[in-house]
């Protein structure tokens, strides 16, 4: 596999929309008229269908849209030791959510994303593919505690077990893993042992480490951002209108920058030109990072927005890289590659 990359690569955070076939297919599974086997083979053409959109658009680290999770931490929980789910609460508006609980130790049974990865492996038109996996601290932060003296014991060992997971993902043959830790920056008392877990995490994992961070207040973590083991940080921009880039200068940053371009809280879909323009504006800014560190993504992972949005909103996210890509000049090449041994 080629470890080099062009200028400016695109990727995806994660998530895409489920197709509303898919969405069916999990009601009759819940309500028995659907067997196991049949979901899953609905999970692998949903998987086909995400990365031909994803190819189709011209991304070029794709993921498989997450079409097996219907929910961040839920999923890990539910196959984590140490996890009980007593019902779903309410998180915002009319949203629900299953909020797990840890009852006892937390253990790493066997691995949650291999099975999967393979899979989209199997099927995907690049091998540059990524692995999404939540974070230590946002599982910790978004589960209810009532076994261990404090969040911080929770989320060590959290970190021992993701750490697990992503060695299981390296030796199935992931070259780039994204840790999401959309939760590290809500609490600006724990956040020096936050970066300290998610350090925990991804401990001897020699292949390409992402950190996803993306709404919430950033110059609480911002400031740590250059003591976090992880190769590139990639970061909701766009809906901030880019703000936060005098924070990222101001602190010189000195991770690969992937560069929120695109709105996914809006059906509104970013033309090409105003693409380019954004990301000629925050490479300007950001001028004391070479061109080579920059990759471009969405703000975060698209799942809430109807699939035809989230596809239009690929394409003009490629469309404009292109375009700005085609002026750019680099005497060296973005890489697959770890930037150093952890
Ligand atoms: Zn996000």
Redesign the pocket.
């Known amino acids: 596999m080629s470890s080099t990359l062009p200028l400016l690569p695109t990727t995806v955070?994660g998530s895409y929309p489920r197709p509303k076939w898919l969405r069916e297919a999990l009601r009759l599974r819940s309500t028995g008229r659907m067997k196991e086997e049949e979901l899953r083979e609905a999970f692998d053409d949903s998987v086909q269908v995400v990365l031909r959109e994803h190819g189709l658009a011209g991304v070029d680290v794709p993921t498989d849209g997450e079409m097996r999770r219907d929910e961040m931490v839920e999923f890990f929980a539910e196959r984590l030791g140490g996890f009980k789910f007593y019902g779903p609460v309410r998180v915002w508006g009319a949203n629900y959510y299953r909020k797990p609980s840890v009852v006892s130790k937390v253990s790493y049974r066997e691995p949650m994303l291999v099975d999967e990865f393979k899979y989209a492996s199997s099927v995907s038109y690049t091998p540059n593919l990524k692995v999404t996996i939540t974070g230590p601290y946002t599982m910790a932060d978004w589960s209810y505690n009532e076994y261990y003296k404090s969040k911080e014991e929770l989320a060590h060992d959290l970190a021992k077990v993701m750490n697990a997971e992503m060695k299981s993902l390296v030796e199935a043959g992931a070259k780039v893993i994204q840790v999401?830790e959309?939760a590290i920056h809500t609490h600006k008392s724990e956040v020096d042992w936050a970066v300290h877990v998610v350090n925990e995490s991804v401990k001897g994992i020699n292949v390409k480490v992402v950190l996803?961070?993306?709404?919430g207040d950033y110059s609480i973590i911002f400031p740590k951002l250059n003591e976090l083991l992880v190769d590139q940080v990639n970061l909701?921009l766009k809906n901030y209108d880019y703000e936060p880039i005098k924070l990222l200068k101001r602190y010189r940053i000195e991770k690969e920058i992937g560069v929120g371009v695109i709105d996914v809280h809006t059906n509104r879909v970013e033309t090409p030109d105003e693409v380019a323009k954004d990301l000629n504006r925050v490479l300007k800014y950001l001028d004391y990072l070479p061109p080579h560190k920059f990759w471009v993504n969405p703000?975060?992972?698209l799942k809430l927005r109807p699939r035809k949005v989230a596809f239009e909103k690929l394409k003009s996210m490629v469309n404009g890289t292109l375009a700005l890509r085609s002026r750019l000049k680099s005497t060296e090449e973005p890489t697959l590659k770890p930037l150093f041994s952890r």
């Open positions: 955070i999401d959309p996803h961070v993306c709404y909701a703000d975060c992972g």
